[in-house]
């Protein structure tokens, strides 16, 4: 999995917690038949881990680390209810009654464990990560619309300096890089989907200028889109 220039090697029984939405590009590098590669992800609520850390005591609770992500294995405490969480969604109404029972004890351990001081960052939303959370998500909902830096850092409560330090310690890339991969992801999977239109790929996805789009697309994944696209849906 590669983040901005990072790359985090995920092996079989990998738990991989990000506190922010973050641009990425992975690869299956074993799969067959006889070994499928099969994953889960979650959408981590923000409310559950704040209702969580308010319970808790303060000599329990996680310290929260720089960055937005975190890899460690998966603990057995945090996987049996989530298997157990898992297990109800073919019953619906065993869903009402024990749902939010199993994904509660499901967060609760995942906060004792390893990768809690990166989940403690998600319910924290008076401190500097916070506010960049606020800034990324923006970002994510409208990444396919113009962006002012300036406006953002206003948003958020910050200066425009402080703003682009504090965002790229956290995500790994300036504000400005950020929308950009997410741009160019979104395009990738309109590619891979069957959209043949790379003029009309690029503007879907907010890029004024075709031959820019090219460009760092080409860039960021070492092969022109309209020759991509004929490799991804191969």
């Not at 559950?48 to 996680?62: E, W, Y």
């Not at 991969?181 to 999977?189: E, H, K, T, V």
Request: charged share 20%; hydrophobic share 45%.
């Amino acid at each position: 999995m590669n983040i901005a220039d990072s790359t985090f090697d995920c092996h079989p029984g990998t738990c991989a917690v990000a506190s922010v939405g973050l641009p990425f590009v992975s690869e299956v590098v074993e799969a067959s038949p006889e070994k499928p590669y099969i994953s889960v992800e979650l959408m981590l609520d923000a409310g559950i881990v704040a209702g969580l850390l308010l319970d808790m005591s303060k000599s329990t609770q996680p310290y929260p680390q720089a960055g937005a992500i975190s890899i460690a294995q998966a603990d057995s405490s945090f996987v049996e209810p989530l298997v157990r969480f898992i297990g109800l969604l073919d019953t619906p109404a065993e869903v009402k009654v024990l749902g939010s029972q199993f994904e509660r004890e499901f967060y609760y351990r995942l906060l004792l464990s390893p990768l809690g001081s990166r989940l403690c960052q998600i319910g924290m939303h008076n401190t500097r990560f916070g506010q960049i959370k606020i800034a990324a998500d923006w970002i994510s909902a409208n990444a396919d619309k113009p962006m002012s830096v300036h406006w953002l850092a206003a948003h958020v409560g910050m200066s425009v300096t402080s703003f682009h330090r504090h965002f790229k310690a956290v995500t790994a890339h300036s504000p400005l890089a950020y929308q950009r991969q997410l741009r160019l992801l979104a395009a990738r999977r309109l590619l891979a989907s069957g959209a043949s239109n790379v003029t009309g790929v690029a503007f879907e996805t907010g890029y004024a200028s075709p031959s820019q789009f090219s460009r760092e697309y080409k860039k960021a994944f070492g092969v022109a889109p309209n020759r991509d696209a004929l490799s991804l849906r191969r």
